[in-house]
């Protein structure tokens, strides 16, 4: 998922999650902020895959789809965040001499 290619609703609602966690990080260590974030977004995803499915057993049935779809998903996103923040290390960090 392209940054260039997501709707502003989606980057907005994005953005504000991230609000919280900058505001979190002032507090508790980034760490503690992104341990309760990678939680709450498992338990999230957890509970939409609940709430669509007819059934436990449809559910079930569904487990093994749902956890390699969100793996997957959170690992191209990663990969490329990742690869972005590694791009603009220096400004990203204040370490920016230019």
């Known amino acids: 998922m392209s940054g260039k290619s997501l ?3 989606f ?3 994005a953005d504000e999650v991230i609000d919280i966690a900058n505001r979190q990080s002032q507090s ?3 760490g503690q902020v992104s341990a309760s974030l990678m939680y709450a977004t498992a338990r999230f995803n957890a509970f939409q895959v609940a709430a669509t499915a007819e059934t436990r ?3 079930a049935e569904e487990r093994d789809n749902a956890i390699e779809y969100f793996t997957a998903q959170y690992r191209k996103m990663f990969e490329d965040h990742f690869d972005e923040c590694m791009a603009n290390f220096d ?3 204040g370490r ?3």
């Open 7 to 9: 709707s502003p609703a």
């Open 11 to 13: 980057r907005s609602r």
């Open 28 to 30: 508790v260590s980034a």
């Open 57 to 59: 057993d449809d559910m």
């Open 91 to 93: 400004r990203y960090t």
């Open 96 to 98: 920016d001499k230019s």
